[in-house]
């Protein structure tokens, strides 16, 4: 019963865990990585609102547990997606505010680091609102926290694009060549060939074409070692520009067509309508058709994305509206939750108690039908046995004889409630209790007994099967005047049934002690037991376990 208790409470817990998590435990399917990743690499709409809805949601939560470390991550996050949306001011906004959450921060290696990247990212920002002067600001900022070589050449590209926009290409120049002495420590080949792209590309302008040859052919030797087809398109793309100002439009237009086989490759539309206009303007109109249809199609989709984003951010708040909404449904979830855990709690004291009190009244119920037997049927007899001592007419053997009858009543009542040796076999004591019943009067055919495989049993279902099985053989003896009783024992599947029948006199059932008990013993064991019985058509009984 104490296992069955803790069994009961086990469920409820696990009941209120199971309700509590389905309704107001959701766990996060993606990580920070996962989404960062989907912003550097996504070009799909719905990918980066799902990304912005994510870093939003883990703002709030760390605003909520001041992990001011943790804002500062999300709104850069949040800022990278602006950014890539096409929505500058806020992207500028986000990415400021984050800087000033920083400001206010204690210094470190990793906060160093995050700082640098708001820097360039800002400068970016900058860059594309043509706001030259402050983009350049923030690119130095970045380089003066910048400790690697490969870094450093990132800021030295991303600052000579900007002087480039502004015409200012000695400038820019003075800067390449910077860069191009840092190569001893920096190894990135990308980075070196973009370097070495963008020098050449500044010295065609200042009309130093020999050494603008030397570095767009050096970038493009670089590349080739990478085998990256995207990074080829601009080499392709800056020597066919080279040759054309050279009026040699036999590899201008060689190189053109390499740079428009890369775009096809990398199934870049910008990259093809680049192309495409190259080639056209070197006289080749083999690709004029195609030119306006991608044309077309790249304003369309320019329109219906630019669309997407305007969107996005109302999107997002109808996001969060929603989610407003499901954390008071999980509330209500949990509430209703934590009153079946209170009412189950309440209900499996009750039903302890309950049991208690019918566990009381069964041994006592049990107390009485003994007492009751010891004083009908010894109690009675020793009284008429002390009347007949009385009476000296009767013979000494006559009370020998009634002493002898007391004595059998006795030790048939010790029997019906004396212990059962579970070590011994379990089909003998079975067998010998059933043959204890035979007599010349008697008859008790078993049949079956051997089939059930009784070492399997739990004690406690044996315990029962041989209550049951000894109270109706004393019905049996008591009431029936049978001369033929059959038992007939089965297994079917995983159940064990037990068939009884006698040819007595029968009865009228109702439940009195005796059936009432069998009925107590098969309950405790899940099992059932079913009576048949008329007047003069014997007794039926079917046991299931």
């Known amino acids: 019963m104490k296992f069955l208790k803790k069994s009961f409470l086990f469920f409820l817990f696990c009941m209120f865990l199971f309700v509590c998590k389905k309704g107001f435990s959701q766990h996060k399917r993606d990580s920070t990585l996962y989404y960062a990743n989907k912003i550097s690499q996504s070009q799909s709409t719905d990918a980066l609102k799902k990304a912005y809805q994510f870093f939003q949601k883990d703002m709030t939560a760390s605003l909520k547990m001041d992990r001011k470390d943790r804002v500062v991550s999300d709104l850069l996050y949040i800022s990278r997606i602006e950014f890539k949306t096409g929505f500058y001011n806020d992207s500028e906004t986000s990415s400021v505010k984050a800087l000033s959450i920083l400001n206010k921060l204690e210094e470190s290696d990793y906060n160093k680091d995050v700082r640098k990247v708001l820097y360039n990212h800002l400068g970016k920002i900058y860059k ?24 450093s050449l990132v800021i030295y590209n991303n600052i000579s694009n900007i002087l480039k926009n502004q015409k200012q290409f000695k400038a820019a120049e ?3 060549l910077q860069a191009v002495n840092m190569f001893d ?3 990135d080949t990308m980075e070196r060939a973009r370097v070495l792209d963008n020098l050449g590309l500044i010295q065609l302008k200042l009309g130093k074409k ?3 040859l030397s570095y767009l052919k050096k970038a493009l030797a670089l590349k080739e070692q990478t085998r990256s087809n995207s990074s080829l398109y601009v080499s392709y793309k800056n020597l066919a520009l080279f040759y054309s100002s050279e009026k040699d439009s036999i590899k201008a237009r060689n190189y053109a067509l390499k740079a428009y086989d890369v775009a096809n490759t990398v199934n870049s539309i910008s990259y093809k309508l680049d192309a495409g206009k190259r080639l056209i303007e070197l006289g080749d109109y083999s690709v004029a058709k195609e030119f306006v249809y991608l044309n077309d199609s790249l304003n369309t989709a320019t329109k219906l994305s630019e669309n997407k984003y305007a969107l996005l951010k109302y999107d997002v708040s109808i996001s969060e509206l929603k989610s407003q909404k499901e954390k008071t449904k ?42 009751k037997k010891v004083h009908d049927e010894v109690a009675n007899d020793v009284y008429q046995v002390m009347t007949k001592l009385q009476n000296k007419n009767y013979l ?4 020998l004889d009634d002493l002898e009858d007391i004595y059998t009543k006795t030790r048939d009542i010790s029997k019906e409630s004396s212990a059962i040796f579970m070590e011994h076999d379990f089909e003998d004591g ?18 079956g007994i051997t089939t059930i495989d009784w070492q399997s049993l739990p004690e406690i279902k044996k315990i029962a099967i041989y209550r049951v099985l000894q109270e109706l053989m004393t019905n049996m003896k008591k009431h029936s005047k049978a001369n033929i009783v059959v038992l007939v024992f089965n297994k079917e599947n995983k159940k064990i049934s037990i068939n009884y029948k006698d040819n007595g ?6 439940k009195y002690n005796g059936l009432q008990n069998t009925e107590n013993r098969i309950e405790t064991i899940n099992g059932t037991i079913t009576f048949d019985s008329s007047i003069n058509n014997g007794f039926k009984a079917n046991l299931i376990i």
Do not use: W
């Open 128 to 151: 594309e609102k043509k706001m030259y002067p402050e983009a350049i600001k923030m690119y130095n900022e970045a380089l003066v926290l910048t400790e690697k070589s490969k870094d």
């Open 396 to 399: 000494n053997e006559d009370v």
């Open 330 to 371: 999980k509330q209500q979830y949990q509430f209703i939750a934590f009153i079946i855990f209170l009412l189950g709690t309440f209900l499996f004291f009750v039903l302890k108690s309950r049991h208690k009190k019918e566990k009381v009244l069964q041994v006592y119920n049990t107390e009485t039908r003994i007492s």
């Open 505 to 510: 006199v029968g009865c009228t059932l109702k």
């Open 185 to 187: 420590q920096a190894k």
């Open 174 to 176: 003075k800067l390449l």
């Open 430 to 447: 079975i067998t010998d209790l059933l043959l204890s019943y035979n007599s010349n009067a008697v008859n008790v055919i078993t049949k």
């Open 210 to 212: 020999e050494e603008s």
